[in-house]
């Protein structure tokens, strides 16, 4: 199977080394489409696989492509891809917001594949959400499902109006635990910790948290229970969690988020 990245920024290099590392590819049968010569040439020194400028010579080769350009960019792709795609080929859009609809229309072609991985997946341990067009058989989904799974976990959803969803919550998620960090590391240096100190007290305290989650079957209000004693330091942090309504405020940023992943989509649709 010959499989073509379209984008070589963050995401398409990611997932070309996913790829790679987890030979669902060769070097010889991964392609990756960069926006000029220099890029191309620039990467092909630098890493495996076959690298290109001009679509018209790895678009009709490839049996799967991978649209891994910014949502704004996917105008001028679908240019460049006019009059080089086969009925036979998938496609797998990675781009944020832009409706299956219309890359099948601006395409032609219904096999489609959306899907929304998030940052980690630069690691392999993101967690990728995906839907696919009817057209696509059971047998490529599995396919397609085995390579996202290289980047990390996969969750499939039936109708296309989750990804937004998952956009506000897996998509975004890692910003808000990183806010969530930097208020403990502020609150760590201000109580007297170094920043380096500060910083590990709080990285190692989310790690093991959320191991320690994902290792058991409790749920997290159960954990919170066997942390917090009555009385306790842990109560009095949370009491001005309550207070403040932090709780009531995580939920209305995700929500404000899925609002705005909604507004995107409809104005690239």
């Not at 320690?212 to 209000?221: A, F, Q, R, T, V």
Request: with cysteine; charged share 15%; glycine share 8%.
């Amino acid at each position: 199977m010959k499989i073509l990245i379209l984008g070589a920024g963050n995401m398409g290099m990611t997932y070309a080394q996913c790829l790679l590392r987890s030979r669902i590819v060769t070097s010889e049968n991964l392609m990756v489409l960069c926006r000029s010569y220099e890029k191309a040439n620039h990467l092909s020194a630098l890493h495996e696989g076959r690298f290109f400028s001009n679509p018209s010579l790895c678009i009709p080769d490839a049996d799967l492509l991978i649209l891994a350009v910014k949502p704004q960019d996917s105008k001028h792709l679908f240019e460049q891809m006019e009059g080089l795609t086969s009925p036979g080929q998938v496609f797998i859009s990675i781009m944020a917001g832009v409706k299956m609809s219309t890359v099948a229309a601006a395409i032609g072609s219904d096999k489609i594949i959306r899907a929304m991985p998030n940052l980690p997946a630069q690691i392999g341990a993101g967690v990728t959400a995906f839907t696919s067009s009817e057209q696509v058989t059971r047998i490529e989904l599995v396919m397609v499902q085995n390579l996202l799974s290289t980047t990390g976990k996969t969750v499939y959803v039936e109708q296309e109006d989750m990804l937004d969803a998952a956009t506000a919550i897996s998509g975004s998620g890692p910003a808000y635990v990183y806010y969530f960090m930097n208020a403990m590391i502020e609150a760590a240096i201000n109580m007297g910790f170094s920043p380096s100190e500060a910083e590990l007290l709080v990285s190692q305290t989310f790690t093991g948290a959320v191991d320690l989650y994902n290792k058991s079957d409790l749920s997290c209000e159960n954990w919170i229970g066997r942390v917090a004693s009555k009385g306790g330091t842990t109560e009095a942090a949370l009491k001005v969690f309550r207070d403040t309504a932090l709780h009531e405020d995580i939920v209305a940023g995700a929500n404000a988020a899925l609002k705005r992943a909604r507004e995107l989509g409809n104005s690239n649709a």
